[in-house]
């Protein structure tokens, strides 16, 4: 008797301080202070700028847009740009159901250019809620002021769509964790663009290359692996897909890659018809394509003169199939 007296008091108080953690972690995080104070003037190089940014390099209207997964690399529907609803489910591989909001000026009107910039940047909302990091602001975080601001000044020139997709719902303890993962971080350096492979690896990180080209460890990118590649997709069909190594490991990287055969990989994809490849048996590539095929010669020129100086990883991938 006494011993289930002992067991039910050690379960009552760690009941309690789980309660009283959990209470803590969510009125204390995230704590990335406020938003700054910007006015994007939305000027049309701001703009010009912005909208190949979205499209073709950060691609935010990979996911906030309707991806039509019948075709290859599942290029976003037109007309649907930015409205959101695109559903990461648990089947696919997360802790939870995460939906893309509407990021067209029908949803972020009462937002300000600050606030849009912090959510993209450190990963919070409107009200400083956490966002989870399959929004990619550990990687936009690194984006230059001009940059971001060029993205905020184009979003705001979105046609507005009248779109309210459900909001997304994490699993427990992911629900609680998330509170913690939205970070304050110095403002980004200045690039200097006119070193290449300095500007490669800007535009290889605000990609998103190194994320999904290096494979992950409960969530974790694995120490020694960049842009190694295995990191595993499953496709809405229940397919699965590897990222490919892209290290210059002669073998299992590109390292024999010439660097013409790498901007014509991109863009080969940049005709309209390529926006209509149909699938072979039903096998697809997450990677958008498409999207990263209107990046100009000189930005794919660089991010591969950038990848030509990462470490060559000896790694064996199987992109398609098993
Ligand atoms: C890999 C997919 C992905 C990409 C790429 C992406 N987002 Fe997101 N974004 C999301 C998801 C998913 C959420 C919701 C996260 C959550 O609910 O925790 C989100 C949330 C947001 C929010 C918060 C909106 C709200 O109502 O809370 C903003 C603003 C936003 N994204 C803007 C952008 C911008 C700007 C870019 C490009 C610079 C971008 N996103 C790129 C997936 C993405
Ligand atoms: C959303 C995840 C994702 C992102 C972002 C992504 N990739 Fe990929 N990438 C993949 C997957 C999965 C494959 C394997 C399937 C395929 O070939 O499309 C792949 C394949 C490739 C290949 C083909 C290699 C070969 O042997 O044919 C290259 C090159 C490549 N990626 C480079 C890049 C670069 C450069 C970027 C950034 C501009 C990038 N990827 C961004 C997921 C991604």
Redesign the pocket.
């Known amino acids: 008797m006494k011993r289930v007296i002992a067991v039910a008091i050690v379960v009552g108080v760690l009941a309690i301080v789980g309660v009283l953690g959990g209470y803590y972690v969510k009125t204390h995080f995230p704590n990335v202070g406020p938003p700054p104070d910007i006015r994007v003037a939305g000027t049309p190089e701001q703009i010009a700028r912005g909208r190949y940014l979205?499209h073709h390099v950060?691609?935010?209207l990979?996911?906030?847009s309707t991806r039509d997964w019948a075709l290859f690399s599942a290029p976003p529907i037109p007309g649907t740009e930015g409205k959101g609803g695109q559903v990461?489910s648990e089947a696919t591989g997360f802790p939870g159901t995460?939906?893309?909001?509407n990021?067209t000026p029908a949803?972020?009107a009462d937002w300000t250019d600050g606030e849009?910039i912090r959510?993209?940047a450190n990963g919070v909302?409107k009200n400083g809620d956490p966002?989870?990091p399959?929004?990619?602001y550990r990687a936009?975080r690194f984006l230059m002021t001009e940059d971001a601001e060029a993205?905020v000044a184009y979003?705001r020139t979105l046609p507005p769509i009248d779109h309210k997709p459900p909001?997304?719902a994490l699993n427990f303890p992911t629900n609680l964790m998330v509170h913690t993962m939205p970070q304050a971080h110095p403002p980004p350096e200045p690039i200097d663009r006119s070193d290449p492979v300095v500007y490669g690896k800007y535009l290889a990180t605000i990609a998103?290359c190194a994320t999904c080209h290096t494979p992950h460890e409960q969530r974790q990118p694995i120490e020694g692996m960049q842009f190694a590649g295995g990191f595993q997709f499953f496709l809405p069909n229940g397919k699965i897909v590897q990222s490919a190594n892209i290290t210059p490991d002669m073998e299992t990287g590109i390292g024999h890659w010439q660097k013409q055969y790498f901007t014509s990989r991109f863009r080969q994809f940049a005709t309209e018809e390529s926006k209509r490849i149909p699938l072979q048996d039903g096998m697809n590539s997450v990677m958008p394509w498409t999207m990263y095929a209107g990046m100009t010669d000189e930005d794919l020129s660089a991010i591969y003169g950038y990848l030509r100086t990462v470490t060559p990883i000896r790694n064996a991938v199987k992109r398609f199939g098993e």
């Open positions: 979205a950060t691609v935010c990979e996911c906030h990461f995460l939906v893309a909001p990021i949803a972020l849009i959510a993209f909302n966002l989870f399959l929004m990619p936009y993205i979003l909001r997304s998103g």
